[in-house]
């Protein structure tokens, strides 16, 4: 792990992580009912408990910030069991916005 937690502040760290989560997710499973997510908060670091959650899904859906592939996108491309989604930062769209129009390359 990259840092240490004492184990009588992981009880609350974790209940915390858990209801960031559920409000994040609560718009889009409100928006999109027929999308099972499911919801694992882990106290691993990102690119390890991504590849070992890889292991039972189905498909692995991640953002990418710059340009560059980083260090934690890196390792899933090498490490997951399964297929992976690299979505660029700039076609995320917030909840309730419209989705950004892509034409043909001019």
């Known amino acids: ?10 009880g609350p760290w974790e209940d915390q992580e858990v209801q960031l989560l559920s409000d ?9 009912p027929q999308v099972d997510v499911y919801e694992d908060v882990r106290l691993q670091s990102p ?11 189905g498909l692995l859906v991640v953002g990418r910030g710059g340009t560059t592939v980083g260090c ?3 390792a899933l491309l090498n490490h997951t069991k399964c297929p992976v989604a690299v979505v660029p930062q700039g076609l995320r ?14």
């Open 1 to 10: 792990m990259p840092f240490a937690l004492p184990e009588e502040d992981r």
């Open 24 to 32: 994040a997710l609560r718009p889009w499973r409100e928006k999109y």
């Open 47 to 57: 690119s390890a408990a991504l590849v070992q959650a890889s292991a039972s899904a």
């Open 72 to 74: 934690t996108l890196q």
């Open 93 to 106: 769209p917030r909840c309730g916005e419209p989705r950004p129009v892509t034409g043909p390359a001019e």
